[in-house]
């Protein structure tokens, strides 16, 4: 049974069994164009992203902390050395000794990333040959299709920026600006990769559509775009 709450998220409840004990999960639900902050029984905060979905225990029993990912998250996790806390995304398994990361994993994305902001975190699974250690500003990339995986150094903080109430760019450069904007929409860009790291914009997002923003970006940048379902193409004018 699902339960919909007013802005747009829901919570479901399920019992499995197990040979001891019946266990209660909680299932988190974002539509699309939504998105909500939630406390977890240890108390670890979690965002979920537009149409996500967030599996967890009633109660984290053992010695781990299992949660399972479709779709995008950024956790704030509570402390306990004892009891490791692991987000289940697809393929990969993303096991915490930190505190704040991001994980993308949606069902239809070409790729299953996690972005480390502070402390550290183990990427491993059946796919990963060697565990994966991230330090803060790394971002881990799984290629679905191949599945090859890499990890780059980045600003982690712009994979978070989907969170915020509004973003606020001030002579940013159009690179930075996608990636913000890529969690902001649930989207992906394509721009030459020259062209976005050269060219600087200063401009604000609150509640405005991809269209209002293109639009608006259109009139400040030399470019043109287009948008097709869930991706946006832009073009350098000549």
Same mark, same amino acid.
């Given at each position: 049974?699902?339960?919909?709450?007013?802005?747009?998220?829901?919570?479901?409840?399920?019992?499995? /069994?197990?040979?001891?004990?019946?266990?209660?999960?909680?299932?988190?639900?974002?539509?699309?164009?939504? %998105?909500? !902050?939630? +406390?977890?029984?240890?108390?670890?905060?979690?965002?979920?992203?537009?149409?996500? !979905?967030?599996?967890?225990?009633?109660?984290?029993?053992?010695?781990?902390?299992?949660?399972?990912?479709?779709?995008?998250?950024?956790?704030?996790?509570?402390?306990?050395?004892?009891?490791?806390?692991?987000?289940?995304?697809?393929?990969?398994?993303?096991?915490?000794?930190?505190? /704040?990361?991001?994980?993308?994993?949606?069902?239809?994305?070409?790729?299953?990333?996690?972005?480390?902001?502070?402390?550290?975190?183990?990427?491993?699974?059946?796919?990963?040959?060697?565990?994966?250690?991230?330090?803060?500003?790394?971002?881990?990339?799984?290629?679905?299709?191949?599945?090859?995986? /890499?990890?780059?150094?980045?600003?982690?903080?712009?994979?978070?920026?989907?969170?915020?109430?509004?973003?606020?760019?001030?002579?940013? =450069?159009?690179?930075?600006?996608?990636?913000?904007?890529?969690?902001?929409?649930?989207?992906?860009?394509? =721009?030459?990769?020259?062209?976005?790291?050269?060219?600087?914009? /200063?401009?604000?997002?609150?509640?405005?559509?991809?269209?209002?923003?293109?639009?608006?970006?259109?009139? +400040?940048?030399?470019? %043109?775009? %287009?948008?097709?379902?869930?991706?946006? =193409?832009?073009?350098?004018?000549?």
């Amino acid at each position: 049974m699902l339960l919909l709450l007013g802005i747009g998220y829901g919570i479901g409840r399920w019992e499995k /069994s197990s040979d001891q004990d019946d266990i209660v999960y909680n299932r988190l639900l974002t539509a699309e164009g939504s %998105k909500g !902050r939630f +406390i977890l029984p240890d108390g670890s905060v979690v965002w979920l992203n537009s149409e996500t !979905r967030l599996t967890y225990p009633e109660h984290f029993a053992g010695d781990r902390r299992w949660v399972d990912l479709e779709g995008e998250a950024y956790f704030e996790v509570a402390k306990d050395a004892e009891k490791p806390f692991i987000v289940q995304a697809g393929d990969i398994d993303v096991e915490v000794f930190g505190i /704040s990361f991001n994980v993308n994993n949606y069902s239809y994305g070409e790729f299953v990333q996690t972005a480390l902001l502070n402390g550290s975190v183990k990427i491993s699974g059946k796919i990963v040959k060697e565990p994966v250690y991230l330090k803060p500003n790394e971002l881990f990339k799984y290629r679905k299709m191949d599945q090859s995986s /890499s990890v780059e150094a980045v600003k982690a903080g712009l994979y978070a920026d989907w969170i915020k109430d509004r973003l606020v760019f001030d002579n940013a =450069c159009l690179s930075d600006i996608l990636i913000s904007m890529k969690g902001r929409y649930n989207m992906d860009f394509e =721009c030459p990769g020259q062209f976005a790291a050269s060219t600087h914009l /200063s401009f604000m997002i609150r509640q405005e559509s991809i269209e209002e923003v293109m639009e608006a970006m259109r009139l +400040i940048a030399p470019i %043109k775009y %287009k948008i097709s379902g869930k991706k946006v =193409c832009i073009i350098p004018k000549k």
